[in-house]
């Protein structure tokens, strides 16, 4: 059964860091393309960040440069290292595959909050 856990959100100051974890339990993990998604109050929810089974990377523009998003495949784990936040980065972060599950499943999330 597919399962994604996301942690390690949080309140931060305009210009913090963070950085988010997600304990997946899916079978083959190595093998599939993951990514971070966020989705902000009233807006639909985005994809952020996504890794390829190989390890290359990809970021929607709104986070290219400030994100970095990871994997360890030995603990069936993606990262997500934000820094630079903005108070537009405040949105819940789920972790996915890529593209998300065909099930409809998503985690819970994790929320992240920008604000001075």
């Known amino acids: 059964q597919v399962q994604f856990v996301e942690s390690g959100g949080g309140l931060v100051q305009p210009g913090g860091s963070l950085s988010l974890s997600c304990q997946a339990s899916?079978?083959?993990?190595?093998?599939?393309?993951m990514g971070w998604y966020r989705q902000a109050p009233g807006k639909q929810r985005e994809l952020s960040a996504g890794?390829?089974?190989?390890?290359?990377?990809t970021y929607d523009d709104s986070v290219k440069g400030r994100f970095t998003i990871s994997r360890d495949n030995a603990k069936d784990t993606v990262y997500l290292q934000m820094n630079r936040l903005k108070p537009e980065d405040t949105a819940v972060y789920y972790c996915n595959r890529r593209p998300p599950d065909s099930t409809g499943y998503w985690g819970q999330g994790t929320q992240v909050t920008v604000s001075s």
């Open positions: 899916l079978i083959l993990f190595r093998f599939h393309a």
């Open positions: 890794t390829d089974s190989g390890g290359s990377t």
